[in-house]
């Protein structure tokens, strides 16, 4: 089969450049113009999840609880003429631009006073006179404060700290374009940074497009370093700007491809298809390594180039298939999760990796048959006494020093172990954020001033009738509310209960004695009252009643701010607050259904549901290419050995997280399913050599794992150093998740390459008898053919 595959390649080198050509052309189209953000967040649990279900009703019946940007200043000036008036017009400034539904802050507030002609109430702005002639500046300050309804949700007036709630339309936030309404902003507000000094943002919406930002720029700056440092090893490898133009031109096409064809399927850009196009390159290159190497060596037996080029397709095209395909398992086992948005990086992942696989074994022999014959320098990399003095480093130690590979490795294992023991798991909002970052500090000032940032959502369904002016009801949310205020966790809460509250209030003159629910007679008087009332805030939006109950009157909403804890936390808070309010409302549970949600609930069920699924994926992808090589080998002993130096590195670097208090989370859990796809390849090509020396060799063993060190070592080497080097490029991200994917995939390669250099010959060598079946000599397929070819099927393409 790869003798026609060679033949086809080489023989129609135009076609073959044309197609992929115009394939580039279409996917960097996709690429450039088609290529969307994902800014959302908690998306990762399934769309038949109980916990998504529930928050799907929510925002059926009131509308996103993500889309409040939040503006805070700390000041005790704000109440001056001049800076009050700033304040406002800071918020009038915001309200003209697209996308903001509302602007709520103490410079936008209405008054609202009771009518006892037309049983209404008459609404007017706080403050409309910017001459300050209707109202002095005091009699403004007096009239907010004596309001209780904001204090605690629009300023605290121990610390003089003072928000600005800005509602944003989602279908601006969504939008990659739009979205940067967002940027404006807050760029506006620094703008007013001499009258109010530091601005602090907060909310979904700044997280969402601030984080969505950076991971697009991290993907551009990652491409650049990672064709950086790729390219200079290839240079210190090879010694030739030739091999680092190839390389280059293989894997810039792998990039276009992958984020073409992302934007191709309709998936969009999240933090985890950022990392994609920065993989083909750390992926490519490696392939770019293994044909380069295996060309040297054959122009080196023989000095004939065309021949070369088919016979390194031909040799090792199976080999090459198959690692490319281990890593591609790797990734796709994150389809198992059942999680949308990892299925969709698995089958993104996998894809690209196999078109990066035909791509190099496509372009890089083509260019080289356009290219002169490599020098005798070119090939001086094969002999050089550093590569030498790797190999007979191997040989010397998997010969004379097996006991002590097994003791150090069995010290390892016991280190490994007693560090496992020490992980913790955790996942919460700004998880992957430095503690020193803007957006981690804003949030923590945002939640020491008002208790919480993080959306967390109280709704409560009555079954049967409308419950709407039962004062028993709006007691029992009362009683929720204040037990709610007795956990530091939350911010002030807000329900119909205040709705009620602030309509006694207004009834009483504004009097803040009255600011308390109502009684049944009080309410039979002022019926008419709240039959008109609502806290609207013109077009400046505010408080609805539409925000706190559902049309038919019977689902309440308390809506308050969680702090931002780690998943499992806000979980254990879920199972403790649910059978409480539940045992507040209706202990028989026959007429009230309770349920818990908002984004602080649904990030966390989607975490706690990653780490178990992502688990489940790493043991799918141990099964999945534990089963290819057994059909490969044909030999369950070959399985068991083969595993040995793939899953120590796993066990290790677990090890590593323990020690390090490098938390377990999603992004960290993706190192293990990526890095065995990666660390099985040296694996594939050890084996497959010495499976093909035995046959050769009269079943020396001994002989065949020597010719394997030094057959395959070497391409080993390289590929690891540089899978080592370009996955470490990610330690240079602002996301810590990223961060630690990069830096313990490169542990985990490196160990790998130690492993599979050391401990399997090792292994080999000592479990000679244990391995040697008819079944491991009679395979279903070749996977290293080193079968001569004519020579005249090749001198065609001369």
Known sequence: MWHRIA???????????????????FLGYYALNELKLDNKYGTILPKDSKATEEYKKFKKHFGEDGGMLVLAIQTDSLYTERNFLKWKELGDSILQMGGVLSVLSEATLFSIKRNPIDYRFEIRRVFSDVSYKEKTIERIQKEIKQNPIYDGLLYNKEKNVSLMLIQLDENYLSDRVRSKVVLDIEKLATSYSKEFQRFHFAGLPHLRVVISNRIQNEMYWFIGLSLLVTSALIYFFFRTLKAILI???????????????????????????????????????????YLLTKFHQEVKLHGNKVKALSQVIQKIGTAMFLTNFTTAIGFITFSFTNSEKLVEFGFAASFNVMMTFVLSLCLLPIFESFSRPPKKQHLRHLDRDFSKG??????????KYRYIVYGVLAILVVFSITGIGKIQVTGNLTDDLPKNDPIVKDLNFIQSNFGGAVPFEIIIHYKDKNLIDSIPTLEKLEDIQRFLATDKNFSKSFSYVDYMKEINFIFHG???????????EEKKQMRSFINYFNIVNGDGGGLSLRELVDRNGKIFRIRCQMKDLGSYEVLSHVEKLKPKIQEIIDPSKKKFVVS???TSVIGSEGTNYLVNNLISSILYAIASIAILMLILFRSWQMVVISMIPNLFPLLFTAGIMGYFNIPLKPSTLLVFSIAFGITVDNTIHFLSKYRHELKHKDWDIKTC????????????????????????????????????????????LFI?????????????????KFVSTKKFEEPYFEAFNEEDEDENQTETNK
């Open 510 to 520: 504004n009097n803040p004695e009255y600011y308390r629910l109502i009684t049944e």
């Open 247 to 289: 390389c280059n031109i293989v894997v810039f096409i792998s990039v276009v491809w992958s984020m073409g064809s992302i934007a191709f399927v309709g998936y969009k850009l999240s933090i985890l298809m950022a990392l994609i196009p920065p993989l083909m390159i750390v992926i490519g290159v490696p392939n770019c390594i």
């Open 705 to 748: 794992v020597l010719v394997a060190i030094k057959e395959s070592g070497l391409g080993m080497f390289y590929t690891s150093v540089v899978l080592f080097c370009g996955f470490s490029v990610f330690a240079f991200s602002q996301f810590g998740g990223t961060q630690a994917l990069g830096l313990l995939i490169s542990i985990t």
């Open 596 to 598: 818990l949600t908002g």
């Open 752 to 768: 790998g390459m130690l492993t599979n250099m050391i401990v399997l010959p090792t292994t080999l060598l000592s479990l000679s």
């Open 7 to 25: 033949n086809f390649i080489l023989r129609n080198r135009f076609f073959v450049l044309g197609t992929i050509t115009l394939l580039t052309v």
């Open 390 to 399: 790797i190999i007979n480093f191997v040989l010397n130690v998997t010969q």
